[in-house]
Antibody, heavy 116, light 107 residues
Framework: QVQLQESGPGLVKPSGTLSLTCAVS?????????WSWVRQPPGKGLEWIGE???????NYNPSLKSRVTISVDKSKNHFSLKLTSVTAADTAVYYC?????????WGQGTLVTVSS | EIVMTQSPATLSVSPGERATLSCRAS??????LAWYQQKPGQAPRLLIY???TRATGIPARFSGSGSGTEFTFTISSLQSEDFAVYYC?????????FGPGTKVDIK
């Protein structure tokens, strides 16, 4: 069974760059899955950020596309998220997830707070 | 972008009773709809995909139906561990979108 684990700084300054990594275990990142990022502001709903396939194809949410980059490192079996020019509105729990069609496996999530 | 709406926002149910949740899409998503359960401090958990197929290990008391723009999720007899927030999500068209959630709490 695939397991996912997010890691990265829990605090980012306004106008800075949020960087997170998702380690994949129990399976190869070069499988048929897409690898996604989803976020959830405190007390609010879920927002899909974007995804990557192991050969590098990406899809992004248009609402974030200008600020988001998702990349994959097959040698480390992990994928990463970068979100630039962050504001307080980007404060959220960030989840990584795997998707065949639906999101079948999720990481536990990591809270990222944007504050000076 | 496809907008997903859910009703009701909150559903108060007694243990053992039936709970019926609704999800509507602003345009057809065919059967490319999933339901997730989320408890406080936890990641969402996949319950239903393809509008009506239970994910691995999901009890039979959970069921889903519908296609196109109208979907229903039912818990036939609520157990104590079922009190949570439930989200629908379409994966028919990018960007993938979630409904705002229905909170099922104890009556």
């Amino acid at each position: 069974q695939v397991q996912l684990q997010e890691s990265g700084p829990g605090l980012v300054k306004p106008s800075g760059t949020l960087s997170l990594t998702c380690a994949v275990s129990g399976g190869s990142i070069s499988s048929r899955n897409w690898w996604s990022w989803v976020r959830q502001p405190p007390g609010k709903g879920l927002e899909w950020i974007g995804e990557i396939y192991h050969i590098g194809n990406t899809n992004y949410n248009p609402s974030l596309k200008s600020r988001v980059t998702i990349s994959v490192d097959k040698s480390k079996n992990h994928f990463s998220l970068k979100l630039t020019s962050v504001t307080a509105a980007d404060t959220a729990v960030y989840y990584c997830a795997s998707r065949s069609w639906h999101f079948d496996y999720w990481g536990q999530g990591t809270l990222v707070t944007v504050s000076s | 972008e496809i907008v997903m709406t859910q009703s009701p926002a909150t559903l108060s149910v007694s243990p053992g009773e039936r709970a019926t949740l609704s999800c509507r899409a602003s345009q057809s998503v065919s059967s490319n709809l999933a339901w997730y359960q989320q408890k406080p401090g936890q990641a969402p958990r996949l319950l239903i995909y393809g509008a009506s197929t239970r994910a691995t290990g999901i009890p039979a008391r959970f069921s889903g139906s519908g296609s196109g723009t109208e979907f229903t999720f039912t818990i036939s007899s609520l157990q104590s561990e079922d009190f949570a927030v439930y989200y629908c999500q379409q994966y028919n068209i990018w960007p993938f979108t979630f409904g705002p959630g229905t909170k099922v709490d104890i009556k």
